[in-house]
T-cell receptor
Framework: EPEVTQTPSHQVTQMGQEVILRCVPI?????FYWYRQILGQKVEFLVSFYNNEISEKSEIFDDQFSVERPDGSNFTLKIRSTKLEDSAMYFC??????????FGPGTRLLVL | KNEVEQSPQNLTAQEGEFITINCSYSVGISALHWLQQHPGGGIVSLFM???GKKKHGRLIATINIQEKHSSLHITASHPRDSAVYIC???????????FGPGTSLSVIP
C-alpha cells in the first residue's frame, strides 16, 4: 500500500540553525500539508499546498517557515532560524480529490 | 473558545465494551475527520465525513451537520484500540484543518 514517508525521523539542532524536513507524498496526490504537534498538545495546522503554491497557512507559519516542492516527489518544510519553541513532532500529509489525508510517520525535531 | 471540542478527554473501558467518543464544533465545515494516533505518535485517518454515517469494521462514525456534532463508536472494544482519537474539521475543502484536543482511550483486558 502506498505511504507517505518523512526524513529524518529525528533531528536535533542548535537554536538559530536552519533545518529542512523532507516528505515524499503519495505519488498521485495533489494536496500537501504540514502539521506540528508540541509534546503533550494537540496537532496544529501549519500550511496547505496545492498546484505549486501555498493555499492556506496558519498564524504559526511566519516568515521563518517556508515550503517547497522542488521536484515531482519531494515536499519540504524549512525553518530558517530555529527557536526552542519549534521543538515538536512535524507531520506531513497528502491527499487526492475526494479522499482523506494520509499522514507520514513524523519527524521529531529537538531544538537545543 | 476552541473551535473543536471532544468528550470525554480520557476514557478507560473493559475489553468488549461499546465505546462512544463525541465531537462538537462551532464553525461551518466542508468535512470532518476522525483520526487515530498510536502511542508511538503515528496518525492514521479512520473516516472522512460530510454527512450521515460510515462504518469500517468495528468502527462507526456519524455526523449531524445541523447540530454540529459527530460521534465515533467502537463496538466490541479490544486492547489494540487503545490510542488517542482525534476529531478534526475542514472549514473549506482541502485547506485548513482544525484539530480537537483528542480523547485518550485505554481498553483493559
Amino acid at each position: 500500500e502506498p505511504e507517505v514517508t518523512q526524513t529524518p525521523s529525528h533531528q536535533v539542532t542548535q537554536m538559530g540553525q536552519e533545518v529542512i524536513l523532507r516528505c515524499v507524498p503519495i505519488s498521485n496526490h495533489l494536496y500537501f500539508y504540514w502539521y506540528r504537534q508540541i509534546l503533550g498538545q494537540k496537532v496544529e495546522f501549519l500550511v496547505s499546498f496545492y498546484n505549486n503554491e501555498i493555499s492556506e497557512k496558519s498564524e504559526i507559519f511566519d516568515d521563518q517557515f517556508s515550503v517547497e516542492r522542488p521536484d515531482g516527489s519531494n515536499f519540504t518544510l524549512k525553518i530558517r532560524s530555529t527557536k526552542l519553541e519549534d521543538s515538536a513532532m512535524y507531520f506531513c500529509a497528502s491527499r487526492t480529490t475526494g479522499e482523506t489525508q494520509y499522514f507520514g510517520p513524523g519527524t521529531r525535531l529537538l531544538v537545543l | 473558545k476552541n473551535e473543536v471540542e471532544q468528550s470525554p478527554q480520557n476514557l478507560t473501558a473493559q475489553e468488549g465494551e461499546f465505546i462512544t467518543i463525541n465531537c462538537s464544533y462551532s464553525v461551518g465545515i466542508s468535512a470532518l475527520h476522525w483520526l487515530q494516533q498510536h502511542p508511538g505518535g503515528g496518525i492514521v485517518s479512520l473516516f472522512m465525513l460530510s454527512s450521515g454515517k460510515k462504518k469500517h469494521g468495528r468502527l462507526i462514525a456519524t455526523i449531524n451537520i445541523q447540530e454540529k456534532h459527530s460521534s465515533l463508536h467502537i463496538t466490541a472494544s479490544h486492547p489494540r484500540d487503545s490510542a488517542v482519537y482525534i476529531c478534526a474539521v475542514e472549514k473549506t475543502s482541502y485547506d485548513k484543518v482544525i484539530f480537537g484536543p483528542g480523547t485518550s482511550l485505554s481498553v483493559i483486558p
